[in-house]
């Protein structure tokens, strides 16, 4: 690791807030990078990473937007810029929106970064090595009309983008992460979002970076009394797509939706966590998971409901549905409940399988090829997460997964 020590090194040696880096890398040096031997990393395939490949960058590089990044800046009424995890550009402000730069090293949570993650090796990279935390926030009382775009490019070898969203009291906002780049690249970013009481956030991340990527995400969700979460998580690209998605729901009345979904193609290996943490009464969650693999691909989901003693008439659902498209591809399903309150209600559901034969018949003796009937019924898979996007969006992510789709071999079994 000394490559990427030693560029880590002179990296927190040039920022003002050295010190906190320096306990945050100490920390993660104590720690180490996870091995199969525990059980949240089972599944990853950390014998291909290679840390002292990767070094830090001191400075941005920039590079030209893709044609998919240039059709979402044309959709967006604020766009801001992140580059190898700087913020380089928070675009034309609106009223009742500021964009700011804070390198407090602070969470959302009301502790450091290194308290909050303290147990998380890849997120103490990100506190020691993000070159700061891009903090959106939204006045109380504020209606945000057009989708805020945060634009993540990635051309160094590591980026580690940080991002904060705050919503005051009865705002409400839509949000786009969008993450491309990343060609050999270890790209981790962690973001945070804070909702006061009635506010509501529409919230789409969208990862297409290359398929040589390693890609580590981790967002959570802090929701007061009555505020709405509405989260779509999109993977597409990267070797390794892992995204941790966490929703702690503080406040009586506070609802979160999540949805996610991928599309594997390759060797890809595309794993996601979740965690809907009920703490006060009369909380809500839904959480849909669903993704499709090909090739020798494989997906990972692991979910967790966790509702605390206290918090009474919680309703929680969380279903995953993993569909296989070649005999070779794999998906694991791990739905799990931790209940410590009775007057609650809770389901999870999972399933793993290849394309409805019955259906595709159906389809074929209506004229249709069965190669056009396969990606009939595998955009039909997914429309079901696209229809929740806003309309701004959802008309060209769904044109940008049929794309990839076409793309994609599937094999009957």
């Given at each position: 690791m000394n490559a990427f020590a030693d560029s880590a090194s002179t990296f927190i040696d040039n920022r003002p807030d050295a010190a906190a880096r320096r306990r945050a890398w100490l920390l993660f040096e104590e720690t180490g990078l996870p091995t199969t031997s525990d059980e949240v990393?089972?599944?990853?395939?950390?014998?291909?990473?290679?840390?002292?490949?990767?070094s830090v960058p001191d400075?941005?590089?920039?590079?030209?937007?893709?044609?998919?990044?240039?059709?979402?800046?044309?959709?967006?009424?604020?766009?801001?810029?992140?580059?190898?995890?700087f913020c380089v550009s928070t675009g034309e402000m609106v009223e009742g929106l500021t964009v700011e730069i804070d390198e407090t090293g602070d969470s959302l949570s009301g502790e450091t970064l290194l308290q909050r993650y303290e147990s998380d090796?890849?997120?103490l990279l990100n506190a020691a090595l993000a070159p700061g935390t891009t903090v959106l926030?939204?006045?109380?009382?504020?209606?945000?009309a057009q989708p805020i775009v945060v634009l993540n490019e990635s051309s160094a070898?590591?980026?580690?983008?940080?991002?904060?969203?705050?919503?005051?009291?009865?705002?409400?906002?839509?949000v786009v992460e969008y993450f491309e780049g990343g060609a050999d690249a270890l790209v981790v970013p962690v973001s945070e979002y804070r909702l006061e009481d009635n506010a509501s956030l529409g919230l789409i991340t969208y990862q297409r970076l290359d398929a040589s990527a390693w890609h580590v995400a981790r967002t959570t969700g802090f929701l007061a009394r009555d505020a709405r979460l509405h989260q779509a998580v999109v993977g597409l690209g990267a070797h390794y797509d892992r995204a941790r998605n966490d929703?702690?729901?503080?406040?009586?009345?506070?609802?979160?939706?999540?949805?996610?979904?991928?599309l594997g193609s390759g060797n890809q290996v595309h794993d996601f966590r979740t965690?809907?943490?009920?703490?006060?009464?009369?909380?809500?969650?839904?959480?849909?998971?669903?993704?499709?693999?090909?090739?020798?691909?494989?997906?990972?989901?692991?979910?967790?409901?966790?509702?605390?003693?206290?918090?009474k008439r919680t309703d929680a659902r969380q279903t995953n549905h993993n569909l296989l498209l070649s005999p070779q591809a794999h998906a694991d399903s791990v739905p799990n409940l931790d209940i410590r309150e009775n007057d609650v209600v809770c389901a999870h559901a999972s399933s793993v399988g290849p394309l409805d034969e019955l259906q595709r018949w159906y389809l074929e003796s209506r004229g249709v090829s069965r190669e056009d009937a396969q990606r009939l019924l595998i955009q039909g898979f997914f429309y079901e997460m696209l229809s929740a996007l806003p309309p701004e969006l959802a008309e060209l992510v769904e044109s940008d997964v049929a794309s990839v789709l076409a793309s994609v071999d599937v094999v009957s079994t």
């Open positions: 990393w089972r599944y990853a395939p950390l014998g291909d990473l290679v840390i002292d490949r990767f400075a941005p590089t920039t590079q030209p937007d893709s044609e998919f990044a240039t059709k979402l800046r044309q959709r967006a009424g604020v766009v801001v810029r992140v580059v190898d995890g090796s890849f997120a926030r939204v006045a109380a009382g504020v209606n945000l070898a590591a980026s580690f983008p940080r991002t904060q969203i705050v919503l005051g009291r009865g705002a409400s906002a839509t929703a702690e729901l503080l406040g009586a009345g506070a609802s979160n939706e999540l949805r996610t979904t991928f965690r809907q943490y009920h703490v006060a009464p009369r909380t809500t969650s839904t959480l849909l998971s669903k993704g499709a693999v090909a090739d020798e691909s494989r997906s990972v989901y692991t979910g967790l409901i966790e509702i605390e003693k206290g918090a």
